[in-house]
């Protein structure tokens, strides 16, 4: 009887310790996972181009179709783009649709620049415009080129489409599908992307509580959302604006991608 009480004993000690043994083996497995988003991929340029293992998407409506990407742009990249942008910015325009050109406008009090078609050769913007292409599913060729904001106090953009509304500007590439609206400042207080028609909640927009959904700006994530339903007709739920900067600067980065090639 003694023996055989010792025996039940140091079978459930085996056991118990190949069970604990097991979770921290499956524990030591799982560090060696998350530590190896770099490591695993550190001869792979293309994927450290699109920056995987950093990338996190994060759906957060449906209708319209927005996602964050957390991490999307590392601290150099926004560093990069705003040194860029700096000795060339003006004051915003947005597009008049009579004519199609860019004209002045209280709707927005933003300033910005467009990188141009040299510019998108260099290995940064290179790097970046490919995972652009490749998280949106979007060839590069179907892409605008980049245009960098600068939002200071009291600055904004008023709630409007990225679709268009006249036909001079969907004679190049056609209509725009989707939107990467990447940002490249942190510590500020204030202009969150707003989407009025995301959701059935509430959020704070520019210090005001509003119905819809907010994104607060973080450097280095970015927002892709979609201007077009998958019925390949505009979605007026995709309306969105920049709520106004209470304290601090807001940069952020914009990409267009069109139905077709804009080159």
Not at 181 to 191: K, T
């Amino acid at each position: 009887m003694a023996r055989t009480k010792l025996f039940f004993g140091l079978l459930t000690f085996i056991t118990f310790g190949m069970i604990i043994g097991s979770l921290f083996q499956l524990a030591f497995i799982r560090k060696l996972e998350e530590k190896s988003g770099i490591s695993h991929w550190s001869n792979d340029k293309d994927a450290d181009a699109l920056r995987l293992g950093f990338v996190e998407p994060e759906i957060i409506s449906w209708s319209p179709r927005i996602i964050v990407l957390h991490n999307f742009l590392s601290t150099e990249e926004c560093d990069y783009l705003r040194t860029l942008a700096k000795p060339r910015l003006q004051v915003s325009t947005v597009v008049d649709v009579k004519t199609g050109k860019g004209v002045k406008s209280d709707v927005r009090t933003s300033s910005g620049m467009f990188l141009s078609s040299e510019e998108r050769n260099y290995p940064i913007i290179q790097a970046i415009e490919k995972r652009i292409a490749v998280f949106s599913q979007i060839p590069e060729e179907n892409g605008e080129l980049i245009q960098v904001l600068k939002y200071e106090k009291n600055q904004f953009y008023r709630p409007h489409h990225d679709y268009f509304s006249d036909t001079f500007n969907l004679k190049r590439g056609g209509q725009r599908i989707a939107t990467m609206l990447m940002y490249l400042s942190d510590n500020v207080e204030g202009g969150e992307t707003y989407f009025p028609m995301a959701g059935d909640g509430e959020c704070s927009c520019g210090g005001k509580t509003v119905k819809g959904m907010c994104v607060k700006p973080t450097q280095g994530d970015a927002v892709l959302f979609w201007s077009m339903g998958l019925d390949g007709v505009s979605d007026p739920n995709s309306i969105h604006g920049g709520c106004e900067v209470l304290e601090g600067e807001k940069w952020s980065a914009t990409k267009w991608m069109r139905q077709r090639t804009t080159n």
